[in-house]
């Protein structure tokens, strides 16, 4: 069941413009929205999240935004760097603190 | 502060033997998850621990898979037999306890079955 979607597979952007990651979910019982960065043979590292009474949180380049009602969240980097080139993975958790995550998408930012 | 640790980073069997993956998670993290994930798709949790016992472990294909968690600090995640479907990186994560969202994460085992 694919409780998560992203459905961009991949995204390219040049440096300094804004990236956007987009993120779907379809179980209203989420509680905590959260996204992870992962680069090549390391595993997820935690990026920013977002409470399900929120629907907005800054951290730096790092904005998530989230709309309840259309049930999609979203990561804005600004502006980009190089380094931010990696996987970004949406992630929601559930009633029994589960994480279910998305598929991910792979973001390039060119020089 | 020393991070999850896992090992070995790589193995390749063949189908129908036997493989076991070890964790050790961040110091004085309470709760550990095991994780699988298959090429091009996210992490799907195995099985959630709480100190030594089970929280969630709804997706484990208990059939073949097997985990436990002596004396609440590390882990062993067992396939035994494997199938070639069981390819994928197995990622072992940790926080500090069950209430908390936050999740650190090992580097992952990639396990190939042949």
């Known amino acids: 069941d694919q409780q998560v979607k992203q459905n961009s597979p991949s995204l390219s952007v040049q440096e300094g413009r804004i990236s956007i990651l987009n993120c779907d979910y379809t179980n209203s019982m989420f509680d905590y929205f959260l996204w992870y960065k992962k680069y090549p043979a390391e595993g997820p590292t935690f990026l920013i999240s977002?409470?399900?009474?929120?629907d907005k949180n800054e951290d730096g380049r790092f904005t998530v935004f989230l709309n309840k009602s259309a049930k999609h969240l979203s990561l804005h980097i600004v502006p980009s760097q190089p380094g931010d080139s990696a996987v970004y993975f949406c992630?929601?958790?559930?009633?029994?603190?589960?994480?279910?995550f998305g598929a991910g998408t792979r973001l390039t930012v060119k020089p | 502060e020393a991070g999850v640790a896992q090992s070995p980073r790589y193995k390749i069997i063949e189908k129908r033997q036997s493989v076991a993956f070890w964790c050790n998670p961040i110091?004085?993290?309470?709760?550990l998850y095991w994780y699988q994930q298959i090429l091009g798709q996210g992490p799907k949790l195995l099985i959630q621990f709480q100190n030594n016992g089970v929280v969630d472990d709804s997706q484990l294909p208990k059939d073949r898979f097997s985990a436990e968690r002596l004396k609440g600090v590390d882990s062993t995640l067992k396939i035994q037999p494997a199938k070639l479907e069981d390819s994928a990186v197995y990622l072992c994560?940790?926080?500090?306890?069950?209430?908390?969202?936050?999740?650190?994460f090992g580097p992952g085992t990639r396990l190939t079955v042949l």
């Open positions: 992630a929601a958790r559930g009633n029994n603190n589960d994480m279910r």
């Open positions: 110091s004085g993290h309470a709760t």
């Open positions: 977002i409470s399900s009474i929120k």
């Open positions: 994560a940790s926080s500090l306890g069950v209430n908390t969202y936050t999740q650190y």
